[in-house]
Every structure is written in structure tokens, then in C-alpha cells.
């Protein structure tokens, strides 16, 4: 299983689990992070972090650190 | 566009009610809803803000009236859920629960969604069903929900979720009507029929935990305290009850990692699992998701060369806006206020009253009006930028960056924006919503330089730097005080983040918003309100520091004994003089005159005796007879030109002269003479010293105090800032400060390089400036941050001089 930080731009995964139950884990489930959801990675800020990305019709921006919390199967393409 | 269709869910007629008793609305959503803009539509101006204590959030207050009758509205801030963590979040909780102290309980609570982004926005309007209050749904940004071929049956989704459901636009005021109708007709009336669903062992749990502590909880803050692991509910039951209700919450967590519902998996679960079944069917979406404007403005904003320089062109447009647009109207407001300091001198006689007018409010009200440009420029970009979903784009762009120092990206425009001034920086922080973050930020702010610190870096550049160098120095030594700020502000926010304000590192997760174009009503409010705020709440803190740093300088003002006696004595010989007249003169007119002159002396004489001299009535009466010079001059023939030229820079210097000594003798010259031990190590006299300690309302104060004392009489920053470093290094002032000698050893100069390096940097780093410590007072709400930042600032100032001067003088 890979985590959301190792995907590349234009990858899409399907999100199998979050790491923990801290606030960061709190915040993503709040967001609408929850396993089974589709989630494509649409671009990487130009320093290399944080990433976007595009999730239940929205768009939303983590850091790859937050996103390493994400575990998730990679969909083929 | 199609009609927009009607109320959704029958409503019941409005109960009869004997007295009518004043409803309250409280408005809940995401943030990036429209919410501002759906409460200005309801409230109209009819708004004003309120606060806690504890907290720094703001909640908006208005009035709505539908059909006869006043509404109470609340703006909570926007969310994304009632998970509350800090004492902050917490707020809307508590308001809608009732337990906020002083606000009523609200009769209805209107969440607003956003059509386009239906799911996620639903989440927190689950959460609202659990509270014990009647709700509203308002489905806003329904005109882009449909470009993007969504379509939303309204009705059906109101069934499903047990609440009405108005679909509105509220940017164009759409369906409004209808909005407040179904508000009006819902308040105090029916609770929601619905809630998600959650597994039967958490219902459980969560009964079983009310049980327990049903006089200190509502059930809705029961099962909060069961999800929210660390949360604001825990912190604050443990706090007042103690640690044991931790031990039984974090039991029942146990239990229910084993039930395999584990928390705070279980809630999201539950809510989204609902919100799930809710839209499928009543929500359409196109199979494939349409390319919109946002994808494609977001490939060039967030590219990797594009978006940085399109980031760097909006980044210099706004600092060069606040730095040098604001300049000609803070130019305009400083002469403005000059001119009228000068109209009320001339009408008013000499006094503490007429200088109190002068030198303390005007130059208060002055100092205050000044920062207004400043801060309601940047608030206008603040608000474009914001409004359009730029602002989210920049903090993508900046994060890496400012996590080196433990920051996030939201912190790069408030740092940005202090290299102008640290004032409207500050108060751009609120965009931060981490209050760590925000605090670590607010601190830092003042290091960067300002545009404030230049009237002494000109100044003394022009003066000790740059004479007889090459001619590159005076640029570099300038780039590196500017530098000094870029370098300490980010060490000193990473070290508060590892000591004063350590904590769990905030998460960034942050929503990109869809790009619109922004609207002028929104802007343009969000500028009257931050200039609003800040004269109410910064205004008189920075007037009062005026007025004490006025009256440190004005008093005393009786000038020494042995010089009234003096006078006295010249005075007692003019009047006998002018008594012996009348026995001489030869014609009427001139006996006349002489017995006239003699009255007025010997009044004066009489008046000396009684009251003494006072320095403002001395400077007061050379002023205007300076002013009679000056008109004799203007009439006279070319050949007394220039004898009369002598006579009024003798006066002009006698004047400047009495004013140096009036400031060095006042209680502040006092201080300045009491503390020169101590700002000897940084190759100071007491003169800079006091200088220093007078510019504490503003740093640029510093060079007019220094004209002062040095009896150059006023001078004005805006003219060194005007002449530049030549013009600077060549005036009567800078003359007079190369000139300077130590008082017990006047054989060397006070001011050697190493000095005027050791005062800039000084200046670089101190917090002289009460507008930046008001502003802290304010956005902090307490007085322990702003003590602090002054406090550490001047010792970082104190210690960088120091250095400066003791390895300057070694070299």
C-alpha cells in the first residue's frame, strides 16, 4: 500500500486508511477524507511542497508530511 | 436560468404568540460560502461586532426585519465543524448551546452550503442537527453548482434531511425573500426529525456518558467529548473537574476501538455514510467532472515558473502599493496636521492648554489618522485576494518556505505587508487560524523594517556613513539594516515555536476555493471596517502614549531662577530707563509712547515676578517677534537686507537654543541624564539616550527630538525621508551631530561610525512604536503579548547595539 505523499500529479488513488487519531487525522476525516473516496493528486507547489489535491468535488492542499498519513491504493490510470 | 422553485418542506402556519418575543438566527457554515456576503444581504448595515473574553475570534452582530418583525442575527465564524479544539472554536458551540455568557440562546440556526461542493458542506450541517435547535439549510452557489452540471433537487434533499432546504444566490440577492420567510416560520418551532446515523455501541457509549455528566453537559457535548480526542471539550471538563473524567472518556474510547466503531474514525463514518445516501439520487453529477475556470486559472497560478512570478507580480504590486501609495496621503495628513498645530498656536496663547492641543492630541491624532492609508490599502488587497481564492494560491506557493521557521504559508502576506508597517501586517493575521501560529507571527511582525526606521537610517548614513567613502557603502550599510529584520524575524519565530508557543505542529489542510471575481461591496466594507476597527480600538492607546511622552517632555517648564533674575534685573533697568523719558522728550507722541511702554514692562515685570519664566511663554514671545523681524525684512530696502538677515538667525538661534534647553531639563531629559549609564556600552550620550527613550510613540519621532535637544529646533522626517542621504548628511542637524562632543570629555566626538551604526541598529530592532503595541494589545486581547514584545525586542535591540559598537570600536 503506498501513502498519498508518494503519488505523482495526475495520479488518482482510492483512500484505504488514516494513520492515528490526532488533530491532523481529526481535521482530514472533517474534510472528507474517509477510506473507499476517490482522490486524484493535481499539482505540487513549485518548493516541492505542500501538494493539491482534488477530493469530493474540492480542492484542497496538504503538506506531504500530512499527506503521508493517507494510505491509499494507486487506481490504474 | 430557471425560477427558482419554492419552499421545499410544508411549513406550518406561525404559532400565535402573546407577547412577541425578539428571535435570534445564528448563521453556521464553511468557510468560502458566501457567508459575509448572505449576512450583509440580511443585515444590511445594520451590523456591529462583538467579542468574548478568552478569544479572538469576532462574531458579527445584526438585525434582520421580515414582516414586522426584528430578528437577531449572528455571524459565527466560518467552520468546518463543531469539533471544537480551542477556545476559540469553541465559541459557536457554546453560543449555540446557550452557554455563552450574555447571548440568548439562538431560536434558529441557518447553516449555508455551497452547492458546488454539496458533501463536504453537508458535513457540518449534520453536526447542527444534533443540537437541540431548530435548522435552516440555505444551498448558495447554486448558478455555479449548475455550470458545473450539477444539478440538486432541493425538495427531496429537504425531505431526506429532515430540515428545509432554500436554494439561494446570495452575491445577487436570489430567493432571499424566501429565505426569511422559511426563517421566521421555523424559529423557535420544530427540532430537526433527523441525524445520521451512528453505530448502536457508540449511542451507547455516548447515553451512558451523559448519564454521568448531565449536569455539567448537554448531550451534544457528551458525544463531542467522546469523538474529539485532545479536544476543546475534554480540556476544559478536565480543567473543571478534574482528571478523572479523562480516565472514563478514554475507556469508552477503548471500548469502542473494540466494538470496531473506533474513534474519531466513527463520526466520519457516520456523517459522510449519510450524507451519501442523502445526495444519491437528488444530487446529479456529470460522470466526468467538466474542466472548470479553476482548473485551468490554477494550471498557470500554481505552476512551477508562471505562478511564482505571477505570485511575485501581485506580491511587489501590494507592498509597493502600501509602501509608496500610501506615502503622498500620509505626506498630505502629517501637513495637514502641521498646518492646523500651527493655525491653533497662532490663536491661542501660550500654555500647558495650547500645548497640550499642539504637541499632545494633534500630534496623537495625527500619529493615529497616519496609519489609515496604510491599513485600508492593504485591507483592499487583502480582501481582493481573499475574495477571489488568491489568497489560499499564495500560502500554497509560500508554505515551504515559511515552515523553515515554523510558520506556514499564511503567515507570508502579514510578514510581507510589515515591511511596509508593522500595524496593517498585524492585523492581516487574522487570516491565520492556528493561534500559535497567529501569536508566533504578530511577535515577529515588528523585526521587519519599516518604512518608519528610514528617517533615521538616511539620517545617519547621510551624516556619518557615507562622507568620504565610496559610493556604493551608503547603499549596502542601508541594504544591510533592512536585512537585519529579514534575518532575526524568522530565528526568533522558530525559536518561540520550539519554547513560548510549542505545541503539536498545526495542520496546513487547507481548502483551495474556486476562483470568482471578487465583489466591490465586500471589498470595499472589509476596507471601512479594518480602518474602523483600528481607530476605535488602537486610536486612543496610541493618543494616550502621545499625550504621556507630551507631557514628559513639556514638564517642568519654569525656567531656572538665576536667568529670571537676570531678566528681571535687565527688565528693572529698561523700565527706569523708559521712566526717564518723560522728562527728556520733546514732543506729546513721544512722552506718549515712552509712559506706554512703561505700563506694559512693568506689568510684565509684575507678572515675572509673581509666576516666573516659563519656557513655552519665553519661545512664544521670541516666535513672535521673530515673526515681526521676518515682516520688517520683507519691506525693507535691499541694502538692510542682510543686517537684518543676522539679527533673525540670531533670534532663530536663541529660540532653538531656549527649546534644547527646555526638552533637556523636562522629567524625559531627566530620564535620558539618569540613564546614560547604561546606554554608555553602546557609545551613547545621554542625549541619544533620551532621544531614544522620547521616540517611543514612533521611531521616526526620534529625529525630531533629536533636532530638539541638539538646538536645531524642529525638524521634520518627512524632509529627511524627502532629501536623501545627501541632503541628510548636509543639514544643520547632521552638522550639529558631527559636531557633538561628550559633556565630560568634549575633546571626542560622540558620534563616530561606530555610534551611529550601534543607534540604527538599535532602531532596527527595537519596538519603539505604541501604534505596532496597541495593535498586538488589540488582536491578542490581553497586555502580556505586547509587554513581551517590547520587552524582547528592546533587549534584542539593547544586545545587537552593544555588539555593534564594543567589535565596531575594536576594529
Same mark, same amino acid.
Given at each position: 500500500? %503506498?501513502?498519498?505523499?508518494?503519488?505523482?500529479?495526475?495520479?488518482?488513488?482510492?483512500?484505504? &486508511?488514516?494513520?492515528?487519531?490526532?488533530?491532523?487525522?481529526?481535521?482530514?476525516?472533517?474534510?472528507? /477524507?474517509?477510506?473507499?473516496?476517490?482522490?486524484?493528486?493535481?499539482?505540487?507547489?513549485?518548493?516541492?511542497?505542500?501538494?493539491?489535491? +482534488?477530493?469530493?468535488?474540492?480542492?484542497?492542499?496538504?503538506?506531504? +508530511?500530512?499527506?503521508?498519513?493517507?494510505?491509499?491504493?494507486?487506481?490504474?490510470? | 436560468?430557471?425560477?427558482?422553485?419554492?419552499?421545499?418542506? +410544508?411549513?406550518?402556519?406561525?404559532?400565535?404568540?402573546?407577547?412577541?418575543?425578539?428571535?435570534?438566527?445564528? /448563521?453556521?457554515?464553511?468557510?468560502?460560502?458566501?457567508?459575509?456576503?448572505?449576512?450583509?444581504?440580511?443585515?444590511?448595515?445594520?451590523?456591529?461586532?462583538?467579542?468574548?473574553?478568552?478569544?479572538?475570534?469576532?462574531?458579527?452582530?445584526?438585525?434582520?426585519?421580515?414582516?414586522?418583525?426584528?430578528?437577531?442575527?449572528?455571524?459565527?465564524?466560518?467552520?468546518?465543524?463543531?469539533?471544537?479544539?480551542?477556545?476559540?472554536?469553541?465559541?459557536?458551540?457554546?453560543?449555540?448551546?446557550?452557554?455563552?455568557?450574555?447571548?440568548?440562546?439562538?431560536?434558529?440556526?441557518?447553516?449555508?452550503?455551497?452547492?458546488?461542493?454539496?458533501?463536504?458542506?453537508?458535513?457540518?450541517?449534520?453536526?447542527?442537527?444534533?443540537?437541540?435547535?431548530?435548522?435552516?439549510?440555505? /444551498?448558495?452557489?447554486?448558478?455555479?453548482?449548475?455550470?458545473?452540471?450539477?444539478?440538486?433537487?432541493?425538495?427531496?434533499?429537504?425531505?431526506?434531511?429532515?430540515?428545509?432546504?432554500?436554494?439561494?444566490?446570495?452575491?445577487?440577492?436570489?430567493?432571499?425573500?424566501?429565505?426569511?420567510?422559511?426563517?421566521?416560520?421555523? %424559529?423557535?418551532?420544530?427540532?430537526?426529525?433527523?441525524?445520521?446515523?451512528?453505530?448502536?455501541?457508540?449511542?451507547?457509549?455516548?447515553?451512558?456518558?451523559?448519564?454521568?455528566?448531565?449536569?455539567?453537559?448537554? %448531550? #451534544?457535548?457528551?458525544?463531542?467529548?467522546?469523538?474529539?480526542?485532545?479536544?476543546?471539550?475534554?480540556?476544559?471538563?478536565?480543567?473543571?473537574?478534574?482528571?478523572?473524567?479523562?480516565?472514563?472518556?478514554?475507556?469508552?474510547?477503548?471500548?469502542?476501538? *473494540?466494538?470496531?466503531?473506533?474513534?474519531?474514525?466513527?463520526?466520519?463514518?457516520?456523517?459522510?455514510? $449519510?450524507?451519501?445516501?442523502?445526495?444519491?439520487?437528488?444530487?446529479?453529477?456529470? &460522470?466526468?467532472?467538466?474542466?472548470?475556470?479553476?482548473?485551468?486559472?490554477?494550471?498557470? *497560478? !500554481?505552476?512551477?515558473?508562471?505562478?511564482t512570478l505571477?505570485?511575485l507580480a501581485?506580491m511587489f504590486l501590494v507592498f509597493q502599493s502600501i509602501f509608496t501609495g500610501a506615502e503622498p496621503?500620509m505626506d498630505?495628513?502629517?501637513?495637514?496636521?502641521?498646518?492646523?498645530?500651527?493655525?491653533?498656536?497662532?490663536?491661542?496663547?501660550?500654555?500647558?492648554?495650547?500645548?497640550?492641543?499642539?504637541?499632545?492630541?494633534?500630534?496623537?491624532?495625527?500619529?493615529?489618522?497616519?496609519?489609515?492609508?496604510?491599513?485600508?490599502?492593504?485591507?483592499? #488587497?487583502?480582501?481582493?485576494?481573499?475574495?477571489?481564492?488568491?489568497?489560499?494560491?499564495?500560502?500554497?506557493?509560500?508554505?515551504?518556505l515559511?515552515?523553515?521557521?515554523?510558520?506556514?504559508?499564511? &503567515?507570508?502576506?502579514?510578514m510581507l505587508s510589515s515591511v511596509a508597517c508593522a500595524?496593517?501586517?498585524?492585523?492581516?493575521?487574522?487570516?491565520?487560524?492556528?493561534?500559535?501560529?497567529?501569536?508566533?507571527?504578530?511577535?515577529?511582525?515588528p523585526l521587519m523594517s519599516c518604512s518608519a526606521r528610514l528617517p533615521i537610517y538616511i539620517l545617519l548614513i547621510g551624516a556619518f556613513v557615507r562622507p568620504g567613502r565610496p559610493w556604493w557603502v551608503a547603499g549596502v550599510t542601508m541594504f544591510a539594516m533592512y536585512s537585519i529584520g529579514l534575518v532575526v524575524a524568522p530565528l526568533?519565530?522558530?525559536?518561540?515555536?520550539?519554547?513560548?508557543?510549542?505545541?503539536? !505542529?498545526?495542520?496546513?489542510?487547507?481548502?483551495?476555493?474556486?476562483?470568482?471575481?471578487? %465583489?466591490?461591496?465586500?471589498?470595499?466594507?472589509?476596507?471601512?471596517?479594518?480602518?474602523?476597527?483600528?481607530?476605535?480600538?488602537?486610536?486612543?492607546?496610541?493618543?494616550?502614549?502621545?499625550?504621556?511622552?507630551?507631557?514628559?517632555?513639556?514638564?517642568?517648564?519654569?525656567?531656572?531662577?538665576?536667568?529670571?533674575?537676570?531678566?528681571?534685573?535687565?527688565?528693572?533697568?529698561?523700565?527706569?530707563?523708559?521712566?526717564?523719558?518723560?522728562?527728556?522728550?520733546?514732543?506729546?507722541?513721544?512722552?506718549?509712547?515712552?509712559?506706554?511702554?512703561?505700563?506694559?514692562? +512693568?506689568?510684565?515685570?509684575?507678572?515675572?515676578?509673581?509666576?516666573?519664566?516659563?519656557?513655552?511663554?519665553?519661545?512664544?514671545?521670541?516666535?513672535?517677534?521673530?515673526?515681526?523681524?521676518?515682516?520688517?525684512?520683507?519691506?525693507?530696502?535691499?541694502?538692510?537686507?542682510?543686517?537684518?538677515?543676522?539679527?533673525?538667525?540670531?533670534?532663530?538661534?536663541?529660540?532653538?537654543?531656549?527649546?534644547?534647553?527646555?526638552?533637556?531639563?523636562?522629567?524625559?531629559?531627566?530620564?535620558?541624564?539618569?540613564?546614560?549609564?547604561?546606554?554608555?556600552?553602546l557609545g551613547w550620550?545621554?542625549?541619544i539616550?533620551?532621544a531614544a527613550?522620547?521616540s517611543?510613540?514612533?521611531r521616526e519621532?526620534v529625529v525630531g527630538?533629536l533636532g530638539?535637544?541638539y538646538?536645531q529646533?524642529?525638524t521634520d522626517s518627512k524632509d529627511v525621508r524627502r532629501k536623501g542621504f545627501e541632503g541628510a548628511g548636509n543639514s544643520p542637524l547632521a552638522r550639529e551631530l558631527q559636531g557633538s562632543?561628550?559633556?565630560?570629555?568634549?575633546?571626542h566626538a560622540v558620534f563616530t561610525v561606530p555610534t551611529a551604526l550601534s543607534l540604527m541598529v538599535f532602531f532596527a530592532l527595537c519596538?519603539q512604536?505604541?501604534?505596532?503595541?496597541?495593535?498586538?494589545?488589540?488582536?491578542?486581547?490581553?497586555?502580556? $503579548?505586547?509587554?513581551?514584545?517590547?520587552?524582547?525586542?528592546?533587549?534584542l535591540a539593547?544586545i545587537g547595539a552593544l555588539v555593534v559598537y564594543q567589535v565596531g570600536s575594536l576594529l
Amino acid at each position: 500500500m %503506498a501513502s498519498l505523499d508518494q503519488l505523482h500529479v495526475g495520479q488518482t488513488a482510492r483512500i484505504e &486508511s488514516l494513520v492515528g487519531s490526532d488533530t491532523l487525522v481529526q481535521r482530514l476525516y472533517e474534510m472528507g /477524507l474517509v477510506d473507499g473516496e476517490k482522490i486524484e493528486v493535481i499539482g505540487i507547489a513549485p518548493l516541492g511542497d505542500p501538494l493539491e489535491i +482534488s477530493v469530493r468535488d474540492y480542492r484542497l492542499s496538504l503538506r506531504r +508530511s500530512e499527506a503521508s498519513r493517507v494510505l491509499v491504493t494507486i487506481l490504474p490510470g | 436560468m430557471n425560477p427558482l422553485p419554492p419552499p421545499p418542506v +410544508s411549513l406550518s402556519p406561525p404559532r400565535p404568540s402573546a407577547a412577541p418575543k425578539r428571535l435570534t438566527i445564528a /448563521l453556521l457554515g464553511n468557510p468560502n460560502t458566501g457567508k459575509t456576503t448572505l449576512f450583509n444581504a440580511l443585515a444590511g448595515m445594520r451590523q456591529r461586532v462583538g467579542n468574548y473574553p478568552g478569544v479572538t475570534v469576532e462574531t458579527k452582530k445584526g438585525q434582520m426585519i421580515y414582516a414586522g418583525q426584528t430578528f437577531d442575527l449572528v455571524d459565527l465564524p466560518g467552520t468546518y465543524s463543531l469539533a471544537a479544539r480551542s477556545p476559540d472554536e469553541m465559541v459557536a458551540v457554546d453560543l449555540i448551546l446557550g452557554q455563552q455568557p450574555g447571548e440568548a440562546r439562538p431560536d434558529v440556526v441557518l447553516t449555508l452550503v455551497d452547492a458546488s461542493n454539496l458533501e463536504r458542506n453537508l458535513y457540518l450541517t449534520t453536526q447542527a442537527l444534533e443540537l437541540g435547535v431548530p435548522v435552516v439549510v440555505a /444551498l448558495n452557489m447554486i448558478d455555479v453548482a449548475e455550470k458545473q452540471g450539477i444539478r440538486i433537487d432541493a425538495q427531496e434533499l429537504s425531505l431526506r434531511l429532515g430540515v428545509p432546504v432554500v436554494p439561494i444566490q446570495a452575491n445577487k440577492k436570489k430567493n432571499l425573500d424566501r429565505l426569511k420567510q422559511t426563517l421566521a416560520l421555523t %424559529a423557535g418551532g420544530d427540532l430537526p426529525a433527523k441525524q445520521a446515523p451512528f453505530p448502536e455501541a457508540f449511542e451507547r457509549e455516548a447515553t451512558s456518558l451523559h448519564d454521568v455528566l448531565k449536569e455539567h453537559l448537554p %448531550a #451534544f457535548l457528551a458525544r463531542r467529548l467522546l469523538l474529539d480526542v485532545g479536544g476543546y471539550t475534554e480540556q476544559r471538563l478536565a480543567q473543571r473537574h478534574g482528571q478523572h473524567i479523562r480516565m472514563q472518556v478514554q475507556a469508552a474510547r477503548q471500548r469502542l476501538a *473494540l466494538a470496531d466503531c473506533p474513534v474519531p474514525a466513527v463520526e466520519a463514518h457516520a456523517r459522510y455514510g $449519510w450524507i451519501r445516501q442523502l445526495t444519491t439520487g437528488c444530487v446529479q453529477r456529470p &460522470s466526468k467532472r467538466p474542466v472548470t475556470w479553476t482548473d485551468r486559472i490554477d494550471r498557470v *497560478l !500554481t505552476h512551477k515558473f508562471w505562478g511564482t512570478l505571477v505570485f511575485l507580480a501581485i506580491m511587489f504590486l501590494v507592498f509597493q502599493s502600501i509602501f509608496t501609495g500610501a506615502e503622498p496621503i500620509m505626506d498630505l495628513i502629517g501637513d495637514a496636521k502641521d498646518w492646523l498645530a500651527d493655525r491653533l498656536a497662532d490663536w491661542l496663547p501660550p500654555g500647558p492648554l495650547t500645548s497640550l492641543l499642539t504637541d499632545g492630541v494633534l500630534e496623537g491624532v495625527g500619529a493615529v489618522v497616519v496609519f489609515l492609508p496604510q491599513i485600508v490599502i492593504l485591507f483592499g #488587497f487583502l480582501a481582493i485576494l481573499e475574495d477571489c481564492g488568491y489568497m489560499a494560491r499564495a500560502a500554497f506557493l509560500m508554505d515551504k518556505l515559511m515552515a523553515r521557521c515554523g510558520l506556514s504559508g499564511k &503567515s507570508f502576506i502579514p510578514m510581507l505587508s510589515s515591511v511596509a508597517c508593522a500595524v496593517p501586517g498585524i492585523m492581516a493575521t487574522r487570516v491565520i487560524e492556528n493561534r500559535r501560529d497567529r501569536l508566533a507571527t504578530i511577535l515577529v511582525a515588528p523585526l521587519m523594517s519599516c518604512s518608519a526606521r528610514l528617517p533615521i537610517y538616511i539620517l545617519l548614513i547621510g551624516a556619518f556613513v557615507r562622507p568620504g567613502r565610496p559610493w556604493w557603502v551608503a547603499g549596502v550599510t542601508m541594504f544591510a539594516m533592512y536585512s537585519i529584520g529579514l534575518v532575526v524575524a524568522p530565528l526568533v519565530a522558530l525559536a518561540l515555536k520550539r519554547t513560548l508557543l510549542r505545541g503539536e !505542529t498545526p495542520a496546513f489542510v487547507m481548502e483551495m476555493p474556486l476562483y470568482k471575481v471578487p %465583489a466591490a461591496r465586500t471589498v470595499l466594507r472589509r476596507m471601512g471596517d479594518s480602518g474602523w476597527a483600528f481607530l476605535r480600538r488602537a486610536g486612543t492607546l496610541i493618543l494616550a502614549s502621545m499625550i504621556l511622552v507630551w507631557a514628559l517632555m513639556y514638564f517642568p517648564r519654569a525656567e531656572p531662577e538665576s536667568r529670571v533674575q537676570k531678566n528681571l534685573d535687565d527688565m528693572h533697568g529698561r523700565l527706569a530707563l523708559l521712566q526717564l523719558v518723560p522728562f527728556t522728550a520733546e514732543g506729546e507722541d513721544e512722552k506718549r509712547q515712552a509712559e506706554e511702554s512703561a505700563q506694559a514692562l +512693568s506689568e510684565e515685570i509684575a507678572c515675572m515676578e509673581r509666576d516666573g519664566e516659563k519656557y513655552d511663554v519665553h519661545v512664544d514671545r521670541l516666535e513672535r517677534e521673530l515673526d515681526d523681524w521676518k515682516e520688517k525684512q520683507k519691506d525693507a530696502p535691499r541694502e538692510e537686507q542682510a543686517s537684518l538677515q543676522k539679527v533673525i538667525d540670531q533670534r532663530q538661534r536663541e529660540i532653538n537654543e531656549l527649546r534644547g534647553e527646555w526638552k533637556r531639563q523636562s522629567i524625559l531629559g531627566r530620564m535620558g541624564q539618569a540613564i546614560e549609564p547604561a546606554v554608555r556600552p553602546l557609545g551613547w550620550d545621554w542625549k541619544i539616550g533620551m532621544a531614544a527613550l522620547a521616540s517611543f510613540p514612533a521611531r521616526e519621532v526620534v529625529v525630531g527630538t533629536l533636532g530638539i535637544i541638539y538646538n536645531q529646533g524642529k525638524t521634520d522626517s518627512k524632509d529627511v525621508r524627502r532629501k536623501g542621504f545627501e541632503g541628510a548628511g548636509n543639514s544643520p542637524l547632521a552638522r550639529e551631530l558631527q559636531g557633538s562632543t561628550w559633556d565630560d570629555d568634549p575633546a571626542h566626538a560622540v558620534f563616530t561610525v561606530p555610534t551611529a551604526l550601534s543607534l540604527m541598529v538599535f532602531f532596527a530592532l527595537c519596538c519603539q512604536c505604541a501604534s505596532t503595541l496597541a495593535v498586538i494589545r488589540r488582536e491578542t486581547r490581553s497586555w502580556r $503579548w505586547p509587554s513581551f514584545t517590547f520587552v524582547y525586542m528592546t533587549v534584542l535591540a539593547y544586545i545587537g547595539a552593544l555588539v555593534v559598537y564594543q567589535v565596531g570600536s575594536l576594529l
